[in-house]
T-cell receptor, first 112, second 118 residues
Framework: AQSVTQLDSHVSVSEGTPVLLRCNYS??????LFWYVQHPNKGLQLLLK??????LVKGINGFEAEFKKSETSFHLTKPSAHMSDAAEYFC??????????FGTGTRLLVSP | DTGVSQDPRHKITKRGQNVTFRCDPI?????LYWYRQTLGQGPEFLTY????????KSRLLSDRFSAERPKGSFSTLEIQRTEQGDSAMYLC????????????????FGPGTRLTVL
């Protein structure tokens, strides 16, 4: 079965410093992987998706993620954090049958 | 606003009561999904529709839960005889059917309905 593991429940950074949110996946075949962001009182929003085209995926708001098959990882990065990035981030896989499988989430805290 | 909408946004009920939630998807989207998110966890898939047909149901969807999409547009999720363990955020999402050669089309999520069972 497909699953994703988010390695950190909370990540704290200062504004202007880099962001790294870690995600490992397990799958018996090449998965489709995504990162979603959830701001309080707002719906989940797709940040970026990997669907086996390019291993480095660029998303919205300056985020990007790199698919590394050898490490079974799909970490989310951003060079410089902004206060508005504070939110819950979910690493997600797709079973191929339209059912999304979510990780447990990483709460990103950004301090001034 | 042409996004996915859900109603109500919050529902407080007493154990044993029935509740019904509504989801209005993006108008041209054929697929509609329900997920449940408990505190501190990621959303978990419950069920999905393609047009009016319910194509998959999770084992999480006990017989107290029923979902419908009668005309292939809006959907309702009903929980009968609510239990405290049903307290959660119920999320709806919609998408287009993937085109040939693709296994995925982006799911757009609504803001959710937060259910509290006392």
């Amino acid at each position: 079965a497909q699953s994703v593991t988010q390695l950190d429940s909370h990540v704290s950074v200062s504004e202007g410093t880099p962001v790294l949110l870690r995600c490992n996946y397990s799958s018996s075949y090449s998965p489709s992987l995504f990162w979603y962001v959830q701001h309080p009182n707002k719906g989940l929003q797709l940040l970026l998706k990997y669907t086996s085209a390019a291993t480095l995926v660029k998303g919205i708001n300056g985020f990007e993620a790199e698919f590394k098959k050898s490490e079974t990882s799909f970490h989310l990065t951003k060079p410089s954090a902004h206060m508005s990035d504070a939110a819950e981030y979910f690493c997600v896989s797709n079973t191929g049958f339209q059912k999304l499988v979510f990780g447990t989430g990483t709460r990103l805290l950004v301090s001034p | 606003d042409t996004g996915v909408s859900q109603d109500p946004r919050h529902k407080i009920t007493k154990r044993g009561q029935n509740v019904t939630f509504r989801c209005d998807p993006i108008s041209e989207h054929n697929r509609l999904y329900w997920y449940r998110q408990t505190l501190g966890q990621g959303p978990e898939f419950l069920t999905y529709f393609q047009n009016e047909a319910q194509l998959e149901k999770s084992r999480l969807l006990s017989d107290r839960f029923s979902a419908e999409r009668p005309k292939g547009s809006f959907s309702t999720l009903e929980i009968q005889r609510t239990e405290q363990g049903d307290s959660a955020m119920y999320l709806c999402a919609s998408s287009k059917i993937p085109y040939s050669g693709s296994s995925y089309n982006e799911q757009f999520f609504g803001p959710g309905t937060r259910l509290t069972v006392l």
